[in-house]
Structure formats: structure tokens, C-alpha cells
């Protein structure tokens, strides 16, 4: 029997759902931020380190890779790199579905000024900082100064007195725990010396602190190096350092100075065969470079940094890719943009000083004319108060001239009287004409003393009046010359020419201050030595050789020669 069926058929995953994909929880953290997201399950090395880069917009990813820190059987740590092209699962033990890992520059650069952008140079900076803190990379004393004062400079900018008070930034950690011990100085003393440096920083970017800091960590002997614990073929305990620049073998009481060091550009071939590592040299006379570690699991990791370092050193003798083409013309124009801004900034900030410095000047100014307006103005008080005192000795002497002069009038009408009364006794009438002779006489003299004493006081006023007026005018020009300086103070501002010529003389400046920093260093140096603890177990360093003399020594001669030596240890 035939059967027929009308209509649309429904599919099977719409009547069962596909069963979701199981996923793995990432947390991942850097020295500056943490993210966390969510991947595949099967998700390999790579996918999960181009997701975190991405985040953090990390282009320079080949000095980077993700470190886990997972636990042995024994409850020891045991460290390991993420290999990119294998999944996160086969390479940790995956407990839950929560994994953590570091992202941390995994190789380092033969020169930190070869580092594009600035997140890759703030990310090297803050890991760096924290190696030497915990002296996984030893730095002395004087040099941890130098350094924790661009460490500050990184994280404050310009030292400020009013807001880095004394007894504040000891409270950060500028030098390692274990270095101060060993030093009779105070927090406060080490902050003294570092604050020293710290005020001298003035006037540049928080970037260049931080390049400044790489350049000066950089010479450090145990800057970018990787140490693994290995046996010559006497089984004695040796360190392996691997770095930038190639292979080093140093002493198991000295990770300070290298004994042998093999470059890269001698380097042929690396393989390892359970716990036995062998390197091929270029040098086809040369025995192959072996030695022994303790784990296989130790060989992996030795492996990767090998192969990764002389990757880069590779890549740093052939012309750039595309990509890092792109990040240099982009880092360019960066930083032709913010030398823009900085010199804008640098303009303005002479600017302000120029207004601050006229400012004072004006506030000073003002001051001193308040204290003679001040002055003129108790003079003019006092002056108006001798007035007031000069015209009451005025009127008054012009009224006793009034008197006197209606005295001598009655006078002389009495004597005009007693001369023509001729009938009186000619002794009596000449005894009071000699009287009223001498009276009139007096008082002619007195009234001409009064007159005389008059004119003086209408002298006296005028003068009086006269200074008055000047008073009053001297205090109107120091009110208005107050008025007018006081006005908004509009800096002009510099031509291109000026601003030219002060970055020549910053570049001069920045010359001048290597030469005094190496002088201020030598002499810090002097004055931490004097202060250290008697007894205190310090890295010994040959003051007369720094790292770069000791490799080029320890190069010195052939291979085979310092392979030879490597088995004698």
C-alpha cells in the first residue's frame, strides 16, 4: 500500500538542539592589567594569545608569550611557555574550566631602543622593575637610586615638593628589602638620595622615565638572561644563561659573571635527546657544546628560548617585514606628534613661568607702592593738619595786626590832642608826649613784627598747600601705575626660531647630564660603600669591567677552546 505525505519536512536539529560547545575560562594578567574571556575549549596556544594581545593592543607580540605557573606532584612550582601551535589542554593539566596564565615578555631585545610602541616599552618597563625588586636581576645600590627615581618620575611625572612631602614616597617600593638591609641608611635616607635624582628629571615625559629606566637596566649583568641549572660531562653544577645575545655559563656560586659565552652567530644547530642537550657549532672543527639537566621537561623550555632568541637575533640582521615597517612609520608619526605636544607644552610652561616670575614681580611692586601710598598718605594727613593749624596762626596774627593798628591811630590822635592843649605845663606835656612817643614807637614795632610774622605764616600756607597738591597727585600716579600692573599679564609667545633653539640646547643639556650622571653615580657609589653593613653578603663586581667587556673577553679565542674549558669546570 502506497503511502504519501504533503507538507514542509522539519530538520532534526530543530527537533534535538545541537549540543553546545564546551568552553575554557581564561584569566590572564600582565604587570599592568588583568582580562579575562572566553574560548573554545580546544582552543590552541595562539588563538589565546592573539585574543590577549588584541585586548591590550600589543602589536610587537614577538617578545611575549603566556607563562603558567602549575603545580607539581611534589606541591613545587613548575613553570612552562605556552607553545602556540598546540591546544591549551595538552600542555596543562585542566582541572577546572578556569585557567590562569601571565603574559610576559618571554625574550628581550639586544637594545631596548629598538622597542616601537609604547605599550611594548611600559610593559618591558613594568616587568623589569619588578625583577629587580625582587632582585631576580641584581642591581647595586647607587644604580637602584638612579632607577627608583625614574621609577617615580614614571609614575608621578614632574617632582612637585608640596605634594611628594618627606617621609611619602618611602612608602613605595623603591629598593629592594634585602639591598637595604645591608646598608646603615634609613627609609628616609634612601628616599633623600633618591628624591635627589627625582628633582632633576624635570620637564620630560612620563615615556622617556621609562625608556631611561630600560636603558640603564640594560647594563646590568643579569638583564634578560634566563638561568637553568645544567652539568658538564664532570657532573659539576653550572649555571646556563640564555639571552638576547647568545649562550653563557657561569659558575653555581656567580650569576654575576659569566665564565664562557658562545653568540648566537656561532651557534649551528640546538637539539636535545632526554636529559642530554647538545649545540652544534658553526664551526665544523669544533666539538658539539654538551651538557645535562635534572628534567626533560627543563630541556623543552631551554629549547624554546634557544630557538626564539636566535629567531630575533635572526631577524635583526634582515630588513624589516611589512608589519614592522608599518609599526615604525606609525611609532614615527607618534612621536612627531608628541614631540609637538611636548614642545607645545614646553612653550606654554615658559610661558607660565615667564607670568609667574612677572607676576611676583608686579605683586612685589605693588607692595612697595601700597608702602608709599601708605607713606604719602600720612604725609598728606600731617600736612593737612599743619594747614589747618598754619591758617588759625594766620587769622589770629591778622587780627592782632587789626588791634594794633587802631592802637598806634589812638595814639597818634592823642598826641595830635596833647600838643594842641599848649596851655598845659610844657613838663607835663612833654613827659607824656615822650610817653605816648614811646608808646606809638612800640607799638608801630609790634605791629610790624605781627605783619612780618604774618606774611611769614601766609608763606608757611602756601608752601603747606603747595605740598598738599603734590601729595595728592603722587598718590593719584601710584594708584593708577597699581591699577595698571596689576591687569591680566598675557605672555607673548616664542617664535619658531626660539623654540628651535631651545631644543638644540635641550639635546646639549641631555649631553651634559650623561656626563654628570656617570660623575654623580661614581660619587654615590663612594658615599653607599662607606654606609654598608659590616659582614653584608653582596654580588661582587669588578668595578674596572662592566658586562659588555666581559663578554667581549670571554669570547676571546675559539670555540673548541672554550668548550674545552666549559668540561675542565
Known amino acids: 500500500m502506497a503511502h504519501s505525505f504533503t507538507g514542509s519536512l522539519v530538520p532534526c536539529s530543530s527537533v534535538f538542539p545541537a549540543r553546545p560547545k564546551k568552553t575554557l575560562t581564561v584569566h590572564i594578567s600582565t604587570q599592568d592589567v588583568d582580562m579575562e574571556f572566553s574560548v573554545q575549549y580546544k582552543a590552541t596556544g595562539r588563538e589565546v594569545f592573539e585574543k590577549a594581545v588584541k585586548t591590550i593592543g600589543l602589536r610587537e607580540t614577538w617578545y611575549f608569550g603566556l607563562k603558567n605557573n602549575s603545580t607539581g606532584a611534589k606541591g613545587d612550582v613548575l613553570p612552562m611557555w605556552i607553545e602556540e601551535d598546540k591546544r591549551i589542554i595538552d600542555q596543562i593539566c585542566v582541572n577546572t574550566e578556569r585557567v590562569s596564565f601571565e603574559l610576559l615578555a618571554k625574550f628581550y631585545p639586544i637594545n631596548v631602543n629598538d622597542l616601537i610602541q609604547d605599550i611594548t616599552v611600559h610593559l618591558f618597563f613594568l616587568q623589569v622593575k619588578s625583577q629587580i625588586l625582587s ?63 627625582y628633582s632633576e628629571h624635570a620637564g620630560h615625559p612620563k615615556e622617556y622615565a621609562e625608556m631611561q629606566y630600560l636603558i640603564i637596566a640594560q647594563d646590568l649583568d643579569m638583564f634578560g638572561v634566563n638561568y637553568f641549572v645544567i652539568q658538564n660531562k664532570k657532573g659539576t653544577d653550572l649555571w646556563l644563561g640564555i639571552d638576547a645575545g647568545g649562550l653563557q655559563v657561569f659558575e653555581k656560586n656567580d650569576r654575576i659573571k659569566a665564565k664562557i659565552y658562545f653568540p648566537w652567530s656561532e651557534v649551528k644547530n640546538i637539539s636535545f635527546q632526554d636529559k642530554k642537550f647538545t649545540i652544534k657549532p658553526v664551526n665544523e672543527k669544533s666539538d658539539n657544546f654538551k651538557f645535562y639537566t635534572k628534567k626533560v621537561r627543563t630541556n623543552r623550555m631551554i629549547l624554546q628560548l634557544c630557538v626564539g632568541n636566535h629567531d630575533l637575533y635572526m631577524r635583526q640582521r634582515q630588513e624589516d617585514t611589512l608589519v614592522v615597517q608599518a609599526l615604525k612609520q606609525q611609532a614615527k608619526e607618534e612621536k612627531k606628534r608628541k614631540q609637538l605636544e611636548r614642545d607645545k607644552l614646553i612653550k606654554e610652561r615658559r610661558a607660565k613661568e615667564v607670568a609667574l616670575r612677572e607676576r611676583e614681580e608686579i605683586e612685589i611692586r605693588l607692595r612697595k607702592f601700597e608702602g608709599q601710598a601708605r607713606k604719602a598718605n600720612d604725609k598728606l594727613q600731617k600736612s593737612e593738619e599743619a594747614t589747618e ?93 597699581s591699577v595698571v600692573m596689576t591687569q591680566d599679564y598675557v605672555g607673548e609667545s616664542m617664535d619658531e626660531a626660539d623654540l628651535q633653539r631651545e631644543i638644540t640646547n635641550a639635546r646639549l643639556e641631555e649631553l651634559i647630564k650623561c656626563e654628570k650622571v656617570k660623575s654623580q653615580l661614581s660619587s654615590l657609589k663612594t658615599k653607599m660603600d662607606a654606609l654598608k653593613v659590616e659582614g653584608a653578603d653582596l654580588p661582587v663586581e669588578e668595578d674596572k669591567e662592566d658586562k659588555y667587556q666581559t663578554l667581549k673577553r670571554i669570547t676571546a679565542g675559539e670555540t673548541k677552546s672554550r668548550i674545552a674549558f666549559f668540561h675542565s669546570l
Open 135 to 197: 632582585q631576580v636581576i641584581f642591581a647595586p645600590a647607587e644604580k637602584c637610586v638612579l632607577l627608583a627615581s625614574y621609577a617615580l618620575h614614571a609614575k608621578y611625572g614632574d617632582y612637585d615638593q608640596a605634594l611628594h612631602k618627606t617621609g611619602k614616597l618611602s612608602q613605595e617600593p623603591l629598593i629592594p628589602d634585602q639591598l637595604m638591609k645591608k646598608y646603615q641608611l634609613t627609609r628616609e635616607g634612601w628616599e633623600e638620595n633618591v628624591i635627589a635624582w
Open 389 to 481: 593749624i598754619l591758617e588759625e596762626k594766620v587769622s589770629f596774627a591778622e587780627e592782632q595786626a587789626h588791634i594794633l593798628a587802631k592802637q598806634a591811630a589812638l595814639a597818634q590822635n592823642e598826641i595830635i590832642a596833647l600838643r594842641n592843649e599848649s596851655a598845659k605845663s610844657t613838663e607835663l606835656l612833654r613827659r607824656q608826649l615822650k610817653d605816648a612817643e614811646a608808646h606809638a614807637k612800640q607799638s608801630e614795632l609790634t605791629a610790624e613784627a605781627s605783619a612780618q610774622e604774618a606774611y611769614k605764616l601766609k608763606r608757611e600756607l602756601d608752601l603747606a598747600r603747595q605740598e598738599e597738591r603734590l601729595a595728592k597727585q603722587k598718590l593719584l600716579e601710584i594708584t593708577q601705575n
